[in-house]
């Protein structure tokens, strides 16, 4: 059996700070996951999540297309963005840090996720689903996504620090094919 994430039931999204006053916010529509979980020993359990970058969305087509662009992702030279855990610390009730590597345009960088555990249930067709939700902060400007703007009154039209939301619902599957991997609905422009 293994594991892998729901397209229909995940979200990977994101948020940042614009104009010091309100957030932006967009999502990531396309991404494969390699789910390894150990029941009895959740430390062990391990990840590795590949996001087309291309897939970024904000329900603002001048804006997704700049965020595609060398100014951000520059998709066309880094197509995939790539997060690999590593240690797991159990926090509290069903709460985890994950520690992992996060690497955007080629650029890695330590990124922590603290992961709570939702529940387990059977569907029904009989297969297994646990839902987890995790949340964390990027700095783009490590990445080198440093493009930004001077407001007339003070500061930036865009922040440094990404908020990471995650909202994952895992399937165990008896077939080869991930549910990842099957057609998604596109983004709606």
């Given amino acids: 059996m293994r594991w892998t994430l729901d397209p229909n039931h995940t979200h990977i999204a994101f948020s940042v700070l614009h104009m010091g006053i309100t957030y932006a916010t967009g999502h990531f529509a396309r991404y494969t996951a390699e789910i390894t979980l150990d029941e009895e020993t959740p430390e062990r359990s391990s990840t590795d999540v590949s996001i087309v970058a291309a897939s970024i969305a904000t329900d603002n087509l001048e804006r997704d297309a700049h965020l595609r662009s060398h100014d951000f992702l520059d998709t066309a030279t880094w ?67 440093t493009w930004n703007m001077p407001l007339e009154s003070g500061g930036e039209v865009l922040g440094a620090t990404v908020r990471v939301e995650i909202e994952a619902e895992l399937v165990e599957r008896p077939d080869a094919t991930p549910l990842s991997d099957q057609p998604v609905a596109p983004a709606q422009p």
């Avoid at 690497?103 to 067709?125: H, K």
């Fill in 79 to 145: 197509p995939t963005i790539h997060y690999r855990s590593g240690a797991i610390t159990p926090l509290g009730f069903n709460t985890y840090n994950v520690e992992g590597d996060l690497t955007i345009r080629d650029v890695t960088v330590p990124v922590t996720l603290e992961v709570v555990y939702g529940g387990e249930t059977v569907d029904p067709e009989g297969y297994r689903r646990m839902g987890f939700s995790a949340r964390g902060y990027v700095n783009r400007e490590r990445y080198g996504l």
